[in-house]
């Protein structure tokens, strides 16, 4: 899953793609490099992020979601936002994914209606109330794997009831969000446990800010802690990588797989 943030205020690229020609060539950039899905975004979800209004984000976001349908891509849209989804949806998005761990279940029930995914990802409250990068405080869970698995978990039977199909919800663990550095390692370590809750995992450690604790570097410098938290994901079984750096993911991935079968 290939990242377009559409926005002037994203963490790592806020700004980069933030009108529809920078976001267009962006999306034929990902393909390119092989994506398999095109994630677009119109809200920033970094700590403290202003709210975006759902006309701002349809603005931002429409013509993208066009061109990726266009091009023959599975898109998939970033919002919280039912007015958002559903716009989106009607476009030619297959996918909506939810930062909020469906704090509104009504986003779950316009998906429904158009027969599409949800990405659940795992938060606890909005982005407005979140601290600062890696910032929550450590006694903030007291298993962080478990407790994530076990509010997924919830969050998936909501989606369920509110009608989408089973097979078509997925989860995140929300690496990054409202978890200090320590929290989101040991979600990562502990995700063949996420893995057996029987739905897809989807895993976002693209860039953050927990891939610097060892090593500082600012998110643009992260590439060898994202594609080293990609890999691990991969292997502990992850359907799919959330990624701004799509070639040197895949690069990694393909090697890794060729010394896994010998060569």
Do not use: W
Not at 47 to 61: C, D, F
Not at 162 to 174: M, R, S, Y
Request: one cysteine or more; hydrophobic letters at 45%; aromatic letters at 2%.
């Amino acid at each position: 899953m290939g990242v377009v943030n559409v926005t002037p205020d994203s963490f790592s690229d806020g700004g980069l793609h933030s009108d529809e020609r920078a976001a267009c060539a962006r999306v034929d950039q990902l393909l390119a490099e092989g994506a398999d899905v095109i994630d677009v975004g119109g809200e920033s979800t970094r700590p403290s992020s202003t709210p975006v209004p759902a006309t701002e984000q349809r603005r931002r976001i429409e013509g993208v979601v066009r061109h990726g349908h266009a091009r023959g891509a599975i898109v998939s849209v970033d919002t919280s936002s039912r007015e958002v989804a559903a716009a989106a949806l009607d476009l030619g998005a297959a996918l909506i994914n939810d930062v909020s761990c469906l704090a509104d279940v009504g986003l779950a029930a316009v998906t429904a209606s158009r027969g599409a995914g949800l990405v659940v990802m795992h938060s606890r409250g909005s982005m407005q109330v979140m601290p600062g990068f890696s910032s929550a405080p450590e006694d903030s869970y007291s298993d962080a794997a478990l407790e994530v698995s076990l509010e997924l978990a919830a969050a998936r039977d909501r989606a369920v009831q509110a009608g989408v199909q089973t097979e078509l919800v997925l989860v995140d663990p929300g690496l990054g969000f409202h978890k200090s550095a320590r929290h989101s390692y040991a979600v990562l370590k502990g995700l063949p446990a996420l893995v057996g809750l029987g739905a897809p995992v989807v895993v976002g450690a693209s860039r953050k800010s927990f891939l610097s604790r060892d090593v500082e570097a600012p998110p643009g410098a992260r590439l060898g802690g994202s594609v080293a938290a990609a890999l691990f994901a991969a292997r502990a079984g992850a359907a799919m990588l959330r990624v701004h750096d799509v070639l040197a993911t895949r690069q990694a991935l393909a090697v890794d797989a060729s010394i896994e079968a010998g060569g």
